[in-house]
């Protein structure tokens, strides 16, 4: 009989592994979402000092409620970055909102606080951070899905098949690589060398001068990489086009963590009783006990089987229609 129950329990956790998801949030992009987004809802009154860091904290327990077990978010611990140094005109923090900029850091913390691993970035950028989980997550082989939750074009260059994608929350889409193809005209691998072309205004680097995302596409297409265009194509813009795809070309060596095992959500912290009093938020505390432990009867067979966030996105979309 022990024989039999351990063999079935194992069989079990098995089958939860091999439909482990891997959720990767963009911390920067999701407080600038929520900043803005309370800020419309506000009309013009003050910014609570904490309103959209708990807005980033309801986006991911929510994620929990409905399915989430391995979560981690990237952040952009300064704006600026190595690629300042590559190009004057690369984005940097100046002229964003004091009141937007003063919850960064809190977020950070608040989410450690909830349990959630949470990667903020330095030298590199939010995005480098994204690429490197990807990475990482992608070599586990218990890992079915590898969700990148941000709209940024760079990202895109990380999907790989149906297996890493890209959650746009903007258009309630999930990007596989024929979604890539789709959206863009080129597969993934040659995001850095689109965007080398037509530039990227959020990130502050213009492209190259009557090149269109078509013609970009049909380029790329025909010749491939940019180290691959014959001599006449680019002409003196050669050198300008591989510096912009380099500022393209997003890290995936970043040492975030071991294994994936190390960004499963336990559960908040002992500290997170004391930033939900402090932002007068205590159900932000209820919910994450709650939903820990809905996981820990779902880890052990007596709860609902998790299910993908990201599906339900795209559902609710569809309803919408």
Known sequence: MFVRVYVGCAQRSQRI???????????TYELFRHFYGL???TKGKEDPPLGAVVGVLQTVLQMLETGATHIGVATDHVIESFRNDLWPGYKTGEGMERALVA?????????????VAVWPMVELEADDGLASAAHIAEQDP?????SIWTPDKDLAQCVRGDRVVQVDRRSKEIRDEAGVRGKF????????DYLALVGDSADGYPGI?????????????????????????LG???????LFKHLATLKTDAPLFGTVDEIQWKGPTEAFAAFTERAGKPALLERSRKVRLTSEK???GTGPRAHDPALGLVKNAERSE
């Open 39 to 41: 800020r419309r809802f």
């Open 298 to 300: 779902s880890t052990t």
């Open 209 to 233: 001068a009557g090149i269109g995302s078509v013609t970009a596409a049909q380029l790329i297409n025909r010749y491939g990489a940019l180290e691959q265009f014959p001599d006449g194509v």
């Open 185 to 192: 005209g080129v597969d993934p691998r040659h995001i850095p």
């Open 17 to 27: 592994l091999s439909n482990m998801i891997v959720h990767l949030i963009d911390g």
């Open 103 to 115: 919850q960064f850091h809190p977020l950070e913390d608040a989410l450690a606080d909830m349990g």
């Open 142 to 146: 218990r890992v079915e899905k590898v």
């Open 236 to 242: 003196d813009k050669r050198e300008l086009a591989l």
